[in-house]
């Protein structure tokens, strides 16, 4: 299982187990667009080889509101 937690600044992940956090800069050069377009999803596969996608992605932009 995969959580995911947004904020401003980058994302707070736990991924079987392990604790980590991404931050923006890198996710924007790992995506290739600015933080706020960048969705749930893509955030995702960044960190999960083959993740279970379910529902419609949703813009950090959205989520953080």
């Known amino acids: 299982m995969t959580t995911l937690a947004f904020d401003d600044t980058g994302v707070d992940v736990v991924y079987e187990g392990t604790e ?26 960044m960190v999960a080889e083959q993740p279970s996608l379910s529902g419609e992605p949703r813009r950090i932009a959205d989520i953080i509101r």
């Open 20 to 45: 980590f956090r991404l931050e923006q800069e890198l996710i924007e050069e790992a995506i290739g667009k600015p933080y706020p377009e960048v969705t749930d999803h893509e955030v995702l596969q």
